[in-house]
């Protein structure tokens, strides 16, 4: 009965992470502007919130031998499995692919995709917290 009351909230707390996760490789997308040879990065969010619920039918791969490295391991190996490089819509000399007005944009939308995941979450503690004082 539980886990029937607390999946919306898993799910929203999820997209929270992988927001905030989102909103750090926008901001050192932005910090790293001016920086010769950097590639933009970002996270396809539907796929990586997709992996985030577990709803891939897909086994988890197993190693085969004793030394391998384990896939979506926690730390970098999982993180850099999120995300890409960015297409470079104008090229600049140096190899800089940061397009500073679509960091801006994304910067923008993510942090306003974010309070909306933090007012849900907000929302269904109050609707929990009402619900078991009977109110």
């Known amino acids: ?12 707390t999820k997209g929270l ?3 905030a996760e989102r909103q750090r490789t926008i901001a050192s997308n932005i910090a790293n502007a001016d920086t010769p040879g950097y590639a933009a990065r970002d996270m ?13 039918s897909q086994a988890a791969p197993s190693a085969t031998h004793a030394r391998h490295i384990a896939l979506g391991a ?10 890409g490089y960015t297409v470079q819509t104008q090229p600049r000399l140096d190899g800089n692919s ?5 960091e801006r944009a994304a910067f923008a939308d993510n942090a306003v995709r974010y309070e909306a995941t933090l007012r849900f979450i907000n929302a269904q503690g109050k609707t929990l917290l009402s619900a078991i004082q009977g109110q």
């Open 1 to 12: 009965m539980l886990d029937q009351l607390t999946n919306t909230l898993d799910f929203h």
């Open 17 to 19: 992470v992988l927001r």
């Open 44 to 56: 396809r969010f539907a796929d990586a919130m997709r992996d985030a619920v577990g709803s891939g």
């Open 74 to 83: 926690s730390g970098g190996a999982g993180e850099d499995a999120r995300q």
């Open 98 to 102: 940061v397009d500073l007005d679509r």
